[in-house]
């Protein structure tokens, strides 16, 4: 069974804190996604990482960044918490072949920043 | 621009069909996706449609492309009370991989 797994369900961080959220895929992927998702504005894709070591900005890259160290794990890093990053963090994966359709989503991690 | 709109929410009655709909606007599009959220979880692929096919049945989901007005739906016969989630459309686009664009997610609440 294909599994993507994020290291915590719910978080609560101070504003300026650097917050890391993980996630593991146990699938081989080569692809890996960071989105936050937002009521009424759906997922939007924060970073991509196509690689170890590799990534590439996403639609709001503004105040994260991220790391790929191992090709299993997927690191979303947040320099210094704001509020206005409280919010649902989903990571996926999915195959590099072209012809791949499916992303797998982990469970989320519902972050507020205070 | 790529952007994908679908209504925020929709009720039903036990038994009877839901329609919910979807319009994209990058024609450009190879995939097109209907994800479903459960409370609490993450998404989950329902099914999907290649941008050259008009139509595709899986047991209760209907999933029809009108490809000239850009117009995606999905319908669930004989809607139940597990299938009351959040339902996601979205469309793949190929960019060196496979990216999706969201539309922001209809509420479906199934009533008895």
């Known amino acids: 069974d294909v599994k993507v797994t994020q290291s915590s369900r719910y978080l609560v961080k101070r504003t300026g804190e650097k917050v890391f959220l993980e996630c593991v895929q146990d699938?081989?992927?080569?692809?890996m996604f960071w989105y936050r998702q937002d009521p009424g504005l759906g997922l939007r894709l924060i970073y991509f990482?196509?690689?170890?070591?590799?990534?590439e900005k996403g639609d709001i890259p503004e105040g994260y960044s991220v790391s790929r160290e191992k090709k299993e794990r997927f690191s979303l890093i947040l320099e210094s918490a704001s509020t206005n990053q409280t919010s649902m963090y989903l990571c996926?994966?999915?195959?590099?072949?072209?012809?791949?359709?499916?992303?797998?989503f982990g469970p989320g991690t519902r972050l507020t920043v205070t | 621009g790529e952007d994908v709109e679908q209504s925020l929410f929709l009720s039903v009655r036990e038994g009877d069909s839901s329609v919910i709909n979807c319009t994209y606007t990058d024609s450009s599009s190879t995939y097109l996706y209907w994800y479903k959220q459960e409370p609490g979880a993450g998404l989950q692929l329902l099914t999907y449609i290649f941008s050259n096919m008009d139509m595709k049945q899986d047991q209760r989901l209907t999933v029809l492309l009108n490809k000239k007005d850009k117009h995606l739906s999905l319908r669930i016969a004989d809607t139940q009370t597990g299938d009351s989630a959040i339902y996601f459309c979205a469309e793949g686009i190929y960019s060196g991989y496979n990216k999706l664009i969201f539309g922001a997610g209809t509420r479906l609440a199934v009533h008895p």
């Open positions: 990482s196509y690689d170890v070591k590799m990534k």
């Open positions: 996926a994966s999915s195959n590099r072949d072209r012809g791949s359709k499916e992303q797998y």
């Open positions: 699938m081989d992927h080569e692809n």
